[in-house]
């Protein structure tokens, strides 16, 4: 089936990254909005530009720097990818989850996923940040599920479990982190919309409903992919904007990174003891 992005092109753009790098990553990061900085921290780098990899999709929104960073973190050998593409940019699914599926055809086994997220569980606060415990994959519900087409049985089978998509003891070790470093974790389910534009309060009332505790418009595209392709995820969802529900106040993209700037910290506090104890 035409249109879709396949094997070819996956392996096309591994093959480049190996030309760039002999490091065999055991972890890759996709830091989203805001959340760079983590990146500045690998040390033996070697940094990649997105519009230089076959088929990498490039993003266009500010806060995403769109760079590929191999390299080591707290002795573990990583993939950073310093920002990502989003399905409101204009790229069809298997276009955002193309860095994915190359991440799995280098046998990376485990995935961290962060984004910026609005807030609507009415305790969380901005500069918070929430551990995934699920998410709730609206995008996917209506049609946009990034499995649609021929499925790639390299990766995984048709119909794959979505159960626990968050690994269970990648949790519990966040947890024991943030207590022993006096962060205070949030945890909740994520939802992820389309966008681009940011929720009513209708919307947000809504989702409150069906269970979302913060809502943002990635991840959840990426972990489906990870989780077809057997890799173990950890997500991280840092809280960027308070809940609108009562329609009283106004969310910007300036306000998420401007909260970035509290949660980066938090963040990497979390990711780099994380991977002390890979």
């Given at each position: ?36 900085s983590l990146a500045d921290l690998v040390t033996d780098a070697e940094i990649i530009a997105y519009k230089e990899i076959p088929h990498w999709p490039i ?220």
């Amino acid at each position: 089936m035409e249109g879709f992005l396949g094997i070819k092109e996956i392996d096309e753009a591994w093959d480049f990254i190996q030309k760039k790098s002999k490091l065999h990553p055991k972890v890759a990061i996709i830091l989203g909005s805001g959340l760079g900085s983590l990146a500045d921290l690998v040390t033996d780098a070697e940094i990649i530009a997105y519009k230089e990899i076959p088929h990498w999709p490039i993003s266009t929104v500010q806060g995403h720097a769109g760079r590929l960073i191999l390299g080591i973190l707290e002795s573990t050998p990583v993939m950073v990818m310093q920002g990502r593409t989003h399905y409101y940019e204009g790229f069809p699914m298997d276009v955002i989850t193309f860095p994915v599926r190359v991440m799995e055809r280098m046998k990376i086994p485990s995935l961290i996923v962060t984004n910026a997220a609005g807030a609507i569980h009415p305790d969380f606060k901005p500069g918070d940040v929430m551990l995934i415990t699920d998410h709730i994959s609206l995008i996917a519900m209506t049609g946009l599920n990034p499995l649609r087409g021929p499925n790639l049985d390299e990766f995984g089978e048709r119909f794959p479990d979505m159960s626990q998509a968050y690994d269970r003891n990648y949790m519990q070790t966040v947890r024991k982190i943030s207590k022993e470093k006096g962060i205070h974790l949030r945890e909740g389910v994520y939802a992820c919309l389309s966008g681009p534009s940011f929720e009513t309060p209708a919307d947000l009332r809504f989702l409150r409903t069906i269970g979302a505790d913060t809502v943002g418009m990635s991840t959840v595209p990426e972990v489906i992919v990870a989780r077809h392709g057997r890799m173990h995820v950890l997500g991280l969802s840092g809280v960027s904007n308070k809940a609108n529900l009562d329609g009283n106040t106004e969310t910007s993209h300036e306000e998420v990174l401007e909260a970035g700037k509290i949660i980066a910290p938090k963040l990497q506090i979390i990711i780099q003891g994380f991977l002390k104890t890979l």
